[in-house]
């Protein structure tokens, strides 16, 4: 556990600076608060062909949502896969759930909250996501859209998930374990994310490459140095 014993019995003591730059800090801190435990990561996981199951049904019933508001449908155009997409859809009129920028979207929502749920919630996973997934700040055009959307998506997403985790044919007590695990586990996962749109934490940085090659004629092959 990363939070100090406070000098006050029953008190954990909390670097609030830390809580803004550091993503795994902020993670036990939450975690720590809302009694997110390695119980609940394992009933997750245990259970992760489930979620993978209802992963499909959940985007599409969040699409769905998302091109009922016609600001979002605006943002639904793809801009960040415009380069890997054959018929993107520019009109947001004529944006549809079949609408290949949906699809595309789809996918990565499904894929990451997949990675997500079956993670250990390490330190390495948990910086690692902040690198790949949320390494932009708000501000960037990539992302330019008003927060309030970006909150609204990832509250939808944490309802639905205990919507179908409820409504499922699953054991009932595996269904109010999983419940309940999700439900914190995704309550964590939607601060994390606005946090790191908004806040100064620290991008892991990738370990530099360095290429040294001879420069004489030898009979030696490039040789790579990881510092």
């Not at 199951?53 to 155009?77: N, Y």
């Not at 054959?86 to 979207?105: A, K």
């Not at 894929?111 to 997934?133: C, H, M, P, T």
């Not at 806040?199 to 040294?212: C, R, S």
Request: glycine share 2%.
């Amino acid at each position: 556990m990363l939070l100090r014993q406070h000098h006050v019995e029953g008190v954990l003591s909390v670097d609030e600076d830390r809580l803004d730059r550091d993503l795994f800090y902020r993670f036990h801190f939450l975690a720590q608060f809302v009694d997110f435990s390695l119980d609940e990561i394992k009933i997750i996981q245990e259970n992760i062909d489930f979620v993978q199951t209802i992963l499909p049904k959940l985007t599409h019933r969040l699409h769905e949502k998302f091109l009922s508001f016609d600001a979002i449908r605006k943002l639904l155009l793809g801009r960040m896969a415009s380069n890997v997409l054959q018929d993107l859809v520019t009109d947001p009129d004529t944006i549809t759930i079949d609408s290949e920028n949906i699809q595309h979207r789809r996918l990565m929502v499904e894929k990451v909250f997949l990675n997500l749920l079956r993670s250990n919630w390490d330190e390495e996973y948990l910086n690692g996501i902040l690198a790949k997934q949320f390494s932009f700040r708000w501000g960037n055009p990539l992302i330019d859209i008003p927060l309030v959307f970006n909150s609204a998506g990832n509250m939808a997403c944490q309802l639905l998930f205990v919507e179908f985790c409820i409504n499922s044919d699953l054991p009932q007590d595996v269904k109010n374990r999983l419940a309940i695990a999700l439900n914190k586990a995704l309550s964590i996962f939607v601060e994390l994310s606005n946090a790191s749109l908004l806040l100064p934490i620290e991008v892991p940085q990738p370990k530099p490459v360095i290429d040294v090659t001879p420069t004489t004629p030898t009979t030696s092959t490039t040789v790579t140095y990881t510092l």
